[in-house]
T-cell receptor, first 116, second 114 residues
Framework: KNQVEQSPQSLIILEGKNCTLQ??????????LRWYKQDTGRGPVSLTI?????NTKSNGRYTATLDADTKQSSLHITASQLSDSASYICVVSARRSGGSNYKLTFGKGTLLTVNP | EAQVTQNPRYLITVTGKKLTVTCSQN?????MSWYRQDPGLGLRQIYY???????DKGDVPEGYKVSRKEKRNFPLILESPSPNQTSLYFC?????????????FGPGTRLTVL
């Protein structure tokens, strides 16, 4: 069964500090891995997308890594800001058989709170 | 501005009263999808559509219907809502064919069924 597990479930850090969120997956056949940021009550917004051949991708203060051998990814946030408070969702894409469509498997997210 | 819109944003209804949540995108995307998000469960796909008149079930389709008569619109229909359909619903769209294409989400519709 395709699964995406995220840890920790929640995290509280002080403004200016760094943090790393983890994602382990068992999705097959793997196509790509995405990290989304979801502010409370709003739709998820894409941060990074990585395919099998990419092991790191940056978007400003956000850096995602991917180890396709161990099926693990991490999202590192540098110099956190109050606006980083959100849920961060790891999403793994698998190609559906026989077409160009992809099935997304969503993790449950890590709720990050950045305090002043 | 490229966006996915949903209406209504908030809805409180009673068991059995048919309702429709609309979704529209202005990016000419082929693929559209509906998700529900519940505490502790993450996002789960209800239905998806790969193009006009092409729809298919996701992981949790029971109690829902969809239609895709136009490329830009993908309404979600609850023929006889029940309290277990109380949830936060998201519509999303993306182009087809490119594996790294971003999926764009709407702002969400919070539905309460009493």
């Amino acid at each position: 069964k395709n699964q995406v597990e995220q840890s920790p479930q929640s995290l509280i850090i002080l403004e200016g500090k760094n943090c790393t969120l983890q994602c382990n997956y068992t999705v097959s056949p793997f196509s790509n891995l995405r990290w989304y940021k979801q502010d409370t009550g709003r739709g998820p917004v894409s941060l990074t997308i990585m395919t099998f051949s990419e092991n790191t991708k940056s978007n400003g203060r956000y850096t995602a890594t991917l180890d396709a051998d161990t099926k693990q990814s991490s999202l590192h946030i540098t110099a956190s800001q109050l606006s980083d408070s959100a849920s961060y969702i790891c999403v793994v894409s698998a190609r559906r058989s026989g077409g160009s469509n992809y099935k997304l498997t969503f993790g449950k997210g890590t709720l990050l709170t950045v305090n002043p | 501005e490229a966006q996915v819109t949903q209406n209504p944003r908030y809805l409180i209804t009673v068991t059995g009263k048919k309702l429709t949540v609309t979704c529209s995108q202005n990016m000419n995307h082929e693929y559209m999808s509906w998700y529900r998000q519940d505490p502790g469960l993450g996002l789960r796909q209800i239905y998806y559509s790969m193009n006009v008149e092409v729809t298919d079930k996701g992981d949790v389709p029971e109690g829902y219907k969809v239609s895709r008569k136009e490329k830009r619109n993908f309404p979600l229909i609850l023929e006889s809502p029940s309290p277990n359909q109380t949830s936060l619903y998201f519509c999303a769209s993306r182009p087809l064919g490119q594996e790294k294409d971003t999926q764009y989400f709407g702002p969400g519709t919070r539905l309460t069924v009493l």
